[in-house]
């Protein structure tokens, strides 16, 4: 049978061999259609693009300064500290307005 193969490398079935692939799903016991109702069918491009939409914000890269003893405090809690760190801050920022602050 030939086979369409686009330039990516992708091997396409051509109508004849995809119909005798349908034709012997039922005789297959792990195989199995994908149909009906509750099923769309996608591009994967349009998969990507809208799990990309989904994804947590991106953190910013930033130089910042803190004293020693904040810094020691959470470098010592092991590998990520800065996710801690990120964590807490966020955390003081529910019940807490930097404005408030006294320096």
Known sequence: MSKLKLKSGTILTIPDEDAA???AIPSDPVTFL???E??????????LA???????PAKIA???????????????????WQVRMDTALKDWLKNNNPNDVKI
Do not use: C, D
């Open 50 to 56: 809208s799990r990309q939409n989904k994804r947590r």
């Open 21 to 23: 692939i349908t034709a």
């Open 62 to 80: 930033i130089t910042i300064r803190y004293s020693h003893e904040v810094l020691q405090a959470f470098k010592s809690t092991g590998e990520g």
């Open 38 to 47: 509750n099923v769309k069918l996608i591009p994967l491009s349009q998969f």
């Open 34 to 36: 994908l149909e009906g």
